[in-house]
């Protein structure tokens, strides 16, 4: 049973993240998060732990914790992945989705899903492109029903796409 | 001994006799559903016992024929399960007054999320965009990209 010092703080991604789902509803995130991070800090292998990636330094971890705002087990909560930095035992949580979005999955949900948490944290997605999206040169705005989206170009490509504000 | 019987206590009988037999049926489909139930579930038990994490890390990444079908047929099963366990005769069943069977469909549904997670866990594994993102986020942290995919996986356990 390893233990490790976990750092939620650490990425923007996951900060970013927690502030989307919170937005969309999951006010218990934060405490499903802690309770998560309490069990975790004392066995790397708590919570369903899945090896994603394995390295000798830098690892990846997939972790499946209850929701209070879904009323089912685990399986229906939220997932975690973390990186895990061996050379100083510490945890850094990277990317977060509840799992009700997943709830029949096969491989293109799974890439729609990936490719809709890179738009949430500004990378482009594009086929094989890694950049990031910023504003466009001049600005662009437009309402879409309720939600005011957002003219993005990669830095990278050069790709546009509209995100919501 | 002769029997005075009437015609309307000949039809009282059968009318009770038709109701037994109505019964026998009911009960005979009960019968059924708790056997074809329990056979579902010790199916899956059977199955998801078998797949140990370092499965499911070797055939992530297993591109040999055998590889293919069983990554489809798991992911296919899995739509199956989906199907019944959140249909509205899972529902009823779940409510269903009488014994055995709500548990039956309970474990069901129990063992569908266990198999939806390993269907999961294949489909992060292969997919090239979470790798991108990953290797995004680690070197937003200084660190740098896990180099090895074909993990060998650790034993998964309860949260």
Same mark, same amino acid.
């Given at each position: 049973m390893a233990a490790c010092t976990i750092k939620p703080e650490a990425s923007p991604q996951f900060k970013k993240l927690c502030e989307r789902?919170?937005?969309?509803?999951?006010?218990?995130?934060?405490?499903?998060?802690?309770? %998560?991070?309490?069990?975790?800090?004392?066995?790397?292998?708590?919570?369903? %732990?899945?090896?994603?990636? %394995?390295?000798?330094?830098?690892?990846?971890?997939?972790?499946?914790?209850?929701?209070?705002?879904?009323?089912?087990? &685990?399986?229906?909560?939220?997932?975690?992945?973390?990186?895990?930095?061996?050379?100083?035992?510490?945890?850094?949580?990277?990317?977060?989705?509840?799992?009700?979005?997943? &709830?029949?999955?096969?491989?293109?949900?799974?890439?729609?899903?990936?490719?809709?948490?890179?738009?949430?944290?500004?990378?482009?997605?594009?086929?094989?492109?890694?950049?990031?999206?910023?504003? &466009?040169?001049?600005?662009?705005?437009?309402?879409?029903?309720?939600?005011?989206?957002?003219?993005?170009?990669?830095?990278?490509?050069?790709?546009?796409?509209?995100?919501?504000? | 001994m002769t029997a005075t019987i009437t015609i309307n206590e000949i039809e009282q009988r059968a009318d009770r006799a038709f109701a037994y037999a109505l019964l026998a049926r009911s009960a005979k489909s009960y019968v059924m559903c708790i056997y074809r139930l329990r056979e579902v579930g010790n199916a899956l038990d059977t199955l998801i016992g078998a797949i140990r994490p370092e499965h499911v890390a070797r055939l992530a990444h297993d591109e040999s024929d055998s590889g293919v079908r069983l990554r489809s047929r798991l992911t296919e099963l899995h739509h199956l399960l989906v199907e019944f366990a959140g249909s509205e005769e899972a529902a009823k069943l779940n409510d269903f007054p009488l014994p055995i069977i709500p548990g039956l469909v309970q474990s069901i549904q129990d063992r569908t999320e266990d198999l939806g997670d390993i269907v999961e866990n294949l489909a992060l594994s292969r997919s090239d965009d979470l790798r991108n993102l990953v290797s995004c986020c680690a070197a937003s942290l200084n660190l740098e990209a896990p180099e090895d995919l074909v993990g060998g996986m650790h034993d998964q356990t309860g949260s």
């Amino acid at each position: 049973m390893a233990a490790c010092t976990i750092k939620p703080e650490a990425s923007p991604q996951f900060k970013k993240l927690c502030e989307r789902w919170k937005r969309s509803g999951y006010r218990h995130i934060d405490k499903d998060l802690a309770a %998560a991070f309490t069990a975790i800090q004392q066995d790397i292998l708590a919570c369903g %732990a899945f090896r994603l990636q %394995a390295g000798s330094r830098v690892e990846v971890y997939k972790y499946r914790q209850n929701s209070k705002d879904v009323k089912r087990g &685990s399986s229906y909560g939220w997932r975690i992945l973390a990186l895990y930095h061996k050379p100083t035992g510490c945890m850094y949580p990277i990317i977060v989705y509840p799992k009700t979005v997943w &709830s029949d999955v096969d491989e293109a949900l799974v890439a729609s899903a990936i490719i809709e948490i890179r738009q949430i944290l500004g990378y482009c997605i594009s086929p094989g492109c890694d950049g990031e999206m910023a504003t &466009s040169d001049p600005p662009e705005r437009k309402e879409q029903g309720a939600a005011i989206q957002v003219k993005m170009q990669c830095v990278k490509c050069g790709a546009i796409q509209w995100a919501t504000a | 001994m002769t029997a005075t019987i009437t015609i309307n206590e000949i039809e009282q009988r059968a009318d009770r006799a038709f109701a037994y037999a109505l019964l026998a049926r009911s009960a005979k489909s009960y019968v059924m559903c708790i056997y074809r139930l329990r056979e579902v579930g010790n199916a899956l038990d059977t199955l998801i016992g078998a797949i140990r994490p370092e499965h499911v890390a070797r055939l992530a990444h297993d591109e040999s024929d055998s590889g293919v079908r069983l990554r489809s047929r798991l992911t296919e099963l899995h739509h199956l399960l989906v199907e019944f366990a959140g249909s509205e005769e899972a529902a009823k069943l779940n409510d269903f007054p009488l014994p055995i069977i709500p548990g039956l469909v309970q474990s069901i549904q129990d063992r569908t999320e266990d198999l939806g997670d390993i269907v999961e866990n294949l489909a992060l594994s292969r997919s090239d965009d979470l790798r991108n993102l990953v290797s995004c986020c680690a070197a937003s942290l200084n660190l740098e990209a896990p180099e090895d995919l074909v993990g060998g996986m650790h034993d998964q356990t309860g949260s």
